[in-house]
T-cell receptor, first 111, second 115 residues
């Protein structure tokens, strides 16, 4: 089982739709969680951190469920510019710190 | 102003050659990283340096040798290049290392093609 798993997609949705991604992680020592966005042939960029209480940034909402070890990202009123790959990232702290990226979920928004 | 820069952006070379990729950050961050993103787009950490000291060294062939002359630079030297080394290599930096859960800032990537 991969340490961080995501549905690879692609998700192909119309503009204005709401889309949700899930990510599961296997290591219970995971302590920090993030969603990054990567455009085609570009570098990853932080979209938002994920907090235990859940957090929202405009049209984006992130949730963390520690008991079930999953993280979610909800995008409301999707725009064409949201088309990208969304990467789930987990920091694991045990004897040493470890950063693990999921393989990403591709999202394509159509007009 | 470029925050994390890498050179070269593209690198095409023959098997068996030795090559280097340079990375510089002007953000004043303490920690720098090298990642490899393969053809399946899977991004995997290779190394992490904090204030010029190695803190993460994943299972990477010893043909790969990072060098940090100061905390603003982390270069990657690769000896005896193999076909499987073809990938995009990203450099990144963060303020206080992974334990703080801080955002990582990535460079634009170096696309390495080994023929």
């Amino acid at each position: 089982r991969k340490e961080v798993e995501q549905d690879p997609g692609p998700f192909n949705v119309p503009e204005g739709a709401t889309v949700a991604f899930n990510c599961t992680y296997s290591n219970s020592a995971s302590q920090s969680f993030f969603w990054y966005r990567q455009d085609c042939r570009k570098e990853p960029k932080l979209l938002m951190s994920v907090y235990s209480s859940g957090n929202e940034d405009g049209r984006f909402t992130a949730q963390l469920n520690r008991a079930s070890q999953y993280i979610s990202l909800l995008i409301r009123d999707s725009k064409l510019s949201d088309s990208a790959t969304y990467l789930c990232v987990v920091n694991v702290y045990s004897s040493a710190s470890k950063i693990i990226f999921g393989s990403g979920t591709r999202l394509s928004i159509r007009p | 102003d470029t925050a994390v820069s890498q050179t070269p952006k593209y690198l095409v070379t023959q098997m068996g050659n030795d090559k280097s990729i340079k990375c510089e950050q002007n953000l004043g961050h303490d920690t720098m990283y090298w990642y490899k993103q393969d053809s399946k787009k899977f991004l995997k950490i290779m190394f992490s340096y904090n204030n010029k000291e190695l803190i993460i060294n994943e299972t990477v062939p010893n043909r790969f040798s990072p060098k940090s002359p100061d905390k603003a630079h982390l270069n990657l030297h690769i000896n005896s290049l193999e076909l499987g080394d073809s990938a995009v290599y990203f450099c990144a930096s963060s303020p206080t290392g992974t334990s703080g859960g801080n955002e990582q800032f990535f460079g634009p990537g170096t696309r390495l093609t080994v023929l």
